[in-house]
């Protein structure tokens, strides 16, 4: 017995020797990895593991969000907060940098920082925007804004007219067309820019008659959109229609960030069905856009959060269909964040980083950025 268990563990060796010298087809370099044409980052704002957990349990036991290959984590934490803010958060992403809690596109010493839409946008790629906030909030503003406070609302509309944006979708049209800090008229500049401007109340998102050869800007509401619970319906609809329109618009490719903004409002006002509704609208989305990301074979699809949002707890008592939801807070924590990743480049997003790294993994993916860890 001892001498065959011997003389399997000499082979065993062989073999490994064997393996570790290779044929000459071992030999041979392996192919680069694939670099995606496309991104698509889709943000959860709030969400944490348990957000997504409870979402999960309260939708038949099944989200897309299963689907994606890769999972790594996030260090959240802001340039001088262990416990961040969207604005922080979402700069981290766009612009690579770890900045003050509040700040849009800038960094610690509020010097501008060029984003990753200003980056694809020079390189010939068509870009996007859609989010269940207004479009000026904190997350789709630092994509596109530079300022030093995200409650500079006005200001950062102006920032719309700064870009080549072909597609945004959102709430806050009186930002654009009903401004106090001014008597511009940002609606109709937009127009004379060339693009199809609506609205909720001129006509329903997922009834418009699409121009593709018309950039697109679709008003959700006045100011905040309804919650889902509420009626809002548009994030599936856009989130269908963007990646589409988006790749008629430019043989480059494109950069298309979506943001499920009210995941963190019901973690805010510490409500369970809030978050859970909106979770699985989120979710939608994040189908709509892997179905098109499947077909499509060159499109990197990212879904993440900035942070998490009320220190949410599914508590003893729960079960399948039934969540007893608990809170630690009304405020965001610091908890690691989960970051999937389905396309090419997507093997990069295993294992845990910065926030930031998110936004060079992107850049280098692009072929912006050199180093790609």
Known sequence: MHKTLL???????????????????????????????????LIGDGMGLTQISAGLYMNNNQLHLEDFPVIGLHKPYAFDKLITDSAAGATAFSCGVKTYNGAIGVDADTLPVTNILEEAEARGMATGLIATSTITHATPAAFIAHVSSRRMMEEIATCFLKTELELFVGGGLKYFNRRKSDDRNLVQELEQRGYRVSNHVLEDFDQMAIDYNKPLAYFTADADPLPAAQGRDYLLPASKLAPLFLKKASQKGFFLMIEGAQIDWGGHANN?????????????????????????GETLVIVTSDHETGGYA????????????????????????????????????????????????????????????
């Open 314 to 373: 599914i508590n003893p008592g729960s079960k399948m269909g039934d969540i007893k939801g608990a809170f630690t807070s009304d405020y965001h924590t610091a908890t690691l964040i989960p970051v999937f990743a389905y396309g090419p480049g997507a093997q990069f997003f295993s294992g845990i980083y910065e926030n930031t790294a998110i936004h060079h993994k992107m850049r280098s993916l692009l072929g912006i950025e050199k180093n790609l860890q």
């Open 272 to 296: 369970s069905d809030y978050i859970i509704s909106e979770m699985i609208d989120f979710d939608r989305a994040v189908g709509a856009v892997l179905e098109f990301a499947k077909n499509d």
């Open 7 to 41: 003389f399997t563990f000499l082979l065993f060796l062989v073999a490994c020797g064997n393996y570790s010298k290779g044929t000459e087809v071992d030999k041979a370099p392996l192919p680069a990895p694939k670099a995606p044409k496309n991104i698509i980052l």
